[in-house]
């Protein structure tokens, strides 16, 4: 057996616990100072003594690792052999020991000690039976001399950093002595939550935020530390000149001169509150936003927020534009494989890198509005995305495309956050009186400002038809335009997979060159080419004729000509409106709105919302003769969207969705644990309420084709990610196409006809889905 005359906290590169635990002293007086308005709400709120909270988390921090020092810690860190342990059990009597006779919630007979549970789930998940395989593991400690050196440092600490109310700590040896680590932790701390939870009903909130911010803040101490990050930036530093400097750059490579901000934007700048941004498509919301999070920023992040991965893709890069990109993270499903894909990060930093997007570590995150939502569902990461949302500019981008119940779940999550100094930017082209209604439920109207502009009320892009036939009997005219010199670039907008691809498959005399299908169902590979090849779209000389899904609506920066549509819920109609002459200098776009076919009534849309906005539509259009305005979208929108218009179910939906979390934390994950996939599965907790759940599948042609097993063998989880898809689980289970479940990675193997032009091609009553 080796001597061990030191005590060490990491081994490559040997570093000793009490040069980590400095380490994390020294991140610790940086990371007080960025969660300095976190700690101010939370002691707010909850009528607790701030000094002592400072004080507690300094313990946290200080106790979090001091269990490496037994004697099996270091055989286990220097490759000897060892029993059972766990370091953060062995920290437990320690942390304890300083903070049981004063615990921030105190019921008759037990107290709450986020410090001890922050420490004993810093390197795993906390739930109900954690660590239970450890209740007979004895653990052997280091010599006193390693423990009295360790006090020194501490205090020494405690001084420099001026903790208040601080009283030297010394090593005591009946800490320690015939103590059972699990029954301390499990007695004291763990158990009794159930308990507290019953005896401060009123109080239950507190438990998880404090906690949150406990697990947190050593969480950024004990990370920085590690990673020995110097460089770290917590929060945006940008100003508004350097967005406009950006800005002039990213106009100048285009040959465009930046004059001035619109009026709009400069009032989003110059708001100190919530915002409701009220502006068309493609007029520049986006650097309205960024003005607005930049300026009066309160050593906040920014969180962007978007309703899909291939939109939160485009953003990601919009905003590595604007800000250090070493300090924009992408958070999604398939975010490590486009970040692999996009960036020149050396592989044995990739996983922290990972890490640090997945938790919204970076000063800038962009992600899916599931990303956040879950964090409510307390799982994956929650405590480090839920800590990042308090205190944070959020914005959130095309509010209104949510249905009711992932709407409900986001109003929660608004009502949980807003009293930690959060500010929201809510985004729309076309918000409904009645969505804004709700939000005000959450953000009263004294603590919002709403950014409209007048000058774009008379604005007019396009010029509206409607067509009482349905999108098959448009194919000559869609001919007709792509050979015309003027409006030769068509875009195709169907409500199904199954219709875009009959209608793509009426164009074969059209070289594939200058013609596209684009769906939900492509590997994500052939996506991404196909984006690439919209984005182009502006410089191609040619005709061009893209014929797409829904999956084109939000925030794809394309401009075309003209627009056959089947016809769709009002917003929606507007969202693909802006893929069409989005800058407004192409005169007036020919738009040709067709009636939608019965799939998209009975599986796709509700039918009441697609009978008003066709009526609505025909009746605007026959008046105007075709010459609708902004402003008379926006009419629309709100004779569309009625309490009397909207379905009883949307309205339920909301408050399904809103109780959702709370139901989640009094009866599954008890407030603060985390939660199992087991349980997320069994419960069917997800962020949409949808008809059918989506799957991960990969085909049997590129499962062969590139040796797949090997792939999986190796952990080539990122490569292997390039061609999935997602499918409804009814067709990945459909005995004509499924071949095996690939447990280990969540993916259904499935035998199905798949080229890079069209896709997948399923049976017509298998492509009934968006």
């Known amino acids: 057996m080796v001597k061990i005359d030191k005590v060490l906290a990491k081994s490559i590169p040997q570093i000793t616990l009490v040069e980590h635990t400095s380490d994390c002293f020294d991140r610790f007086e940086k990371v007080i100072v960025w969660k300095e308005h976190l700690i101010d709400k939370v002691c ?57 006779d004063k615990p921030l919630l105190e019921g008759d007979e ?17 739930y109900e039976t954690v660590y239970s395989g450890y209740k007979l593991m004895k653990i052997q400690y280091m010599e006193d001399k390693h423990f009295i050196e360790f006090f020194e440092n501490l205090n020494s600490y405690a001084q420099k950093l001026n903790i208040p109310n601080w009283q030297k700590l010394s090593f005591d040896k009946k800490i ?34 404090v906690f949150l911010l406990f697990k947190s803040i050593l969480h950024y101490s004990d990370w920085l530390a590690s990673s020995r990050n110097t460089t770290y930036q917590y929060f945006v530093t940008e100003q508004i000149e350097d967005i406009t400097n950006k800005m002039t ?11 001035k901000w619109g009026n709009f934007q400069l009032a989003c700048a110059e708001s100190s509150k919530h915002l409701f941004v009220q502006i068309p498509t493609g007029q520049g919301k986006t650097e309205a936003s960024l003005l607005w999070a930049v300026n009066q920023n309160q050593r906040q992040k920014i969180i962007y927020l978007l309703p899909t991965m291939v939109t939160t893709n485009k953003m990601w890069k919009r905003m590595r534009d604007f800000f250090d990109d070493k300090r924009v993270a992408l958070s999604h499903g398939t975010a490590q494989y486009i970040v692999k894909e996009n960036t020149e990060i050396e592989a044995d930093k990739l996983r922290t890198h990972y890490l640090q997007n997945r938790s919204f570590f970076k ?57 930690f100094n959060t500010q929201f930017a809510l985004m729309s082209a076309s918000l409904p009186e009645i969505i804004k209604d709700e939000i005000e439920k959450i953000l009263p109207k004294s603590s919002y400002d709403i950014i ?13 038809q409607t067509e009482e036939g349905l999108i098959d009997r448009q194919i000559e005219n869609i001919r007709e335009d792509f050979k015309s010199g003027k409006l030769n670039k068509v875009l195709i907008v169907c409500n199904t997979v199954g219709k875009a691809r009959e209608i793509f498959d009426a164009f074969d005399d059209i070289t594939e060159s200058q013609k596209m299908l684009y769906h ?49 819920p009002i917003d929606a109609i507007i969202q693909r409106l802006g893929r069409v002459n989005r800058k407004g200098k192409k005169g007036l776009a020919k738009v040709i709105v067709c009636r939608e076919n019965e799939v998209a009534q009975k599986y796709i849309y509700d039918k009441n919302i697609l009978d008003l906005t066709f009526g609505f539509l025909k009746e605007y259009i026959n008046k105007l003769k075709g010459n609708l305005q902004e402003k008379h979208f926006k009419e629309i929108v709100d004779k569309v969207y009625t309490k009397e218009t909207l379905p009883e179910s949307y309205f339920k939906d909301i ?83 499924f071949i095996k479940y690939l447990g280990e990675t969540g993916i259904y193997l499935l035998d199905i006809k798949y080229d890079a032009i069209k896709g997948v091609s399923l049976k017509p009553d298998d492509s009934n889905f968006p």
């Not at 690439?532 to 410089?539: A, E, K, M, T, Y």
């Open 44 to 100: 707010q709120k909850y009528n607790l003594d701030k000094h002592l909270i400072i004080k507690r988390l300094f313990l946290t921090v200080a106790f979090h690792d001091i269990g490496k020092a037994n004697i099996d810690f270091q055989l286990k860190i220097r490759g000897q052999k060892h029993k059972l342990e766990s370091h953060p059990l062995a920290s437990v009597p320690f942390i304890y020991h300083f903070t049981k």
């Open 110 to 126: 037990e107290g709450f000690y986020p410090e001890t549970l922050a420490v004993v789930s810093h390197h795993n998940k906390l």
């Open 176 to 209: 320690i002595e015939n103590v059972n680590t699990y029954h301390i932790f499990y007695d004291n701390t763990l158990e009794v939550i159930t308990n507290l939870m019953s005896e401060f009903a009123n109080q239950r909130p507190m438990l998880r935020d």
């Open 249 to 259: 750059a990213q106009l100048a490579k285009k040959n465009i001169q930046f004059k």
């Open 363 to 419: 000063a800038v995150t962009v992600a899916t509005i599931d990303q956040l939502i879950y964090s409510f569902f307390n799982w994956g990461y929650w405590v480090m995305t839920g800590a990042a949302a308090y205190n944070a500019k959020i914005i959130i981008d095309e509010i209104h495309i949510y249905d009711g119940f992932t709407l409900g779940l986001l109003l929660k999550t608004m009502e949980c956050i807003a009293p």
């Open 452 to 464: 409209k502009e007048t000058a774009f009320d008379n604005k007019q892009r396009h010029i509206l």
């Open 520 to 568: 939900s169902q492509f590997i994500l590979k052939d996506k991404q080419w196909k984006e690439s090849i919209l984005d182009d779209v502006n410089d191609k000389t040619e005709g061009f004729i893209a014929v797409c899904t829904q999956i084109v609506e939000v925030s794809l920066d394309i401009d075309f000509d003209v627009l056959y549509t089947e016809n769709a």
């Open 655 to 737: 408050q399904e969705g809103k109780e959702l979390i709370t139901n989640l934390w009094h009866k599954t994950v008890k407030d603060i644990y985390t939660l199992s996939a087991e349980e997320k599965t069994l419960q069917g907790v997800s962020s949409r309420k949808i008809d059918y759940v989506t799957v991960e599948c990969v085909l049997k042609k590129h499962f062969q084709d590139l040796n797949f097993d090997e792939m999986l063998e190796q952990h080539q989880y990122d490569e292997i990610r390039k061609y999935t898809l997602k499918l409804p689980l009814y067709v990945a289970k459909n005995k004509d196409y």
